[in-house]
């Protein structure tokens, strides 16, 4: 993979979006770095694995990227529909997926040595380069393996399934048992599919 290192960039997705399939861009810092729903993302220099991937195109993108994310960051990891990597609950790693023609940029920021109030961190003893290694590899593994395969390792991963959760939408909102994913990726929460929102954990 063909790896852009950059020392600071206002985000590495806007870099990766004008490279090749099987590219990377890392930065060291971002200045206007963004996670879903466009929300900031922010941590300070050098604290962080900032990573844009460009990657074909995959209807199950989002999830294949999450399942890559958690088996590099290690065994005890585990997953939030759509996107969120946790470790002992608490959120070590964002994921924005944002497709492009045939392409698909997947913008991973990973917690190295600091975290937000209530969010997780994998420790001083984390070499970045070793871990972006390990996500690359991953990364390479998940976007070649079949759907159904995706979809048996994110459920494997998964820490939302079996929960009641809250679903917000842009005009609704309701909780209920996440009995599973659907094929298409969709979160199945009291018998209703949900493609794209908020989930909260309750219980």
């Known amino acids: ?28 810092h971002q200045t206007a770095g963004r996670g879903r729903l466009g929300r900031a993302w922010e941590a300070p220099p050098g604290t962080a694995l900032l990573a844009s991937f460009v990657m074909p195109a995959s209807p199950l993108a989002s999830l294949a990227a999450g399942v890559a994310a958690a088996h590099a960051c290690g065994p005890s ?18 994921i924005l997926a944002e497709l492009h023609d045939d392409r698909v940029i997947v913008g991973i920021g990973v917690n190295l040595t600091w975290a937000p109030p209530g969010a997780a961190m994998l420790g001083a003893g984390t070499d970045r380069d070793t871990l972006l290694e390990r996500l690359v590899a991953e990364l390479r593994r998940w976007f ?14 998964a820490d939302t399934l079996g929960r009641t959760v809250r679903v917000e939408l842009p005009n609704d909102g309701f909780e209920g048992l996440a009995e599973d994913i659907a094929d298409d990726g969709s979160l199945i929460v009291a018998g209703r599919r949900v493609a794209a929102g908020d989930v909260i954990h309750l219980r």
Do not use: F, Y
């Open 1 to 28: 993979m063909k790896i852009v290192h950059l020392a600071s960039t206002p985000s590495t997705q806007d870099v990766a979006r004008d490279l090749d399939v099987g590219s990377a861009v890392i930065a060291d």
């Open 77 to 94: 990891c585990r997953l939030k529909w759509p996107n969120d990597v946790l470790l002992g609950g608490a959120k070590l790693a964002g």
């Open 144 to 157: 070649a393996a079949a759907d159904a395969e995706v979809l048996a390792a994110w459920r494997g991963r």
